[in-house]
Nanobody, 115 residues
Framework: QVQLVESGGGLVQPGGSLRLSCASS????????MAWPRQAPGKERELVAT???????NYADSAKGRFTISRDNAKNTVYLQINSLKPEDTAVYYC?????????WGQGTQVTVSS
């Protein structure tokens, strides 16, 4: 069974940075895409960043310029670097992998941006 485990969340002040990690129990090369959706209280889930097996990336407008998704195939880990954090970035950030038409989710990591 595929397991995706996020880490790196926490409480950070506005303007700060965080790097989220998603460790996979299986080779991330086996996934067609890896992504970071987030869920803020009272809001719809938002797909903030996606990375393909080819390393091509895509970002939500809210993430462009501040978020960077990357992958380390040797470590079976996907990262999300978030800079210039804003209070509106507060959310649970999930790691999601897709392959063969199925989606696999991590348990999520909380990011709270507050002074």
């Amino acid at each position: 069974q595929v397991q995706l485990v996020e880490s790196g969340g926490g409480l950070v002040q506005p303007g700060g940075s965080l790097r989220l990690s998603c460790a996979s129990s299986e080779s991330i090369i086996s996934f067609d895409t890896m992504a970071w959706p987030r869920q803020a209280p009272g809001k719809e889930r938002e797909l903030v960043a996606t990375i393909l097996r080819s390393r091509s990336t895509n970002y939500a407008d809210s993430a462009k310029g501040r978020f960077t998704i990357s992958r380390d195939n040797a470590k079976n880990t996907v990262y999300l670097q978030i800079n210039s954090l804003k209070p509106e970035d507060t959310a649970v950030y999930y790691c999601r992998g897709s392959k063969l038409g199925r989606l696999y989710w991590g348990q999520g990591t909380q990011v709270t941006v507050s002074s």
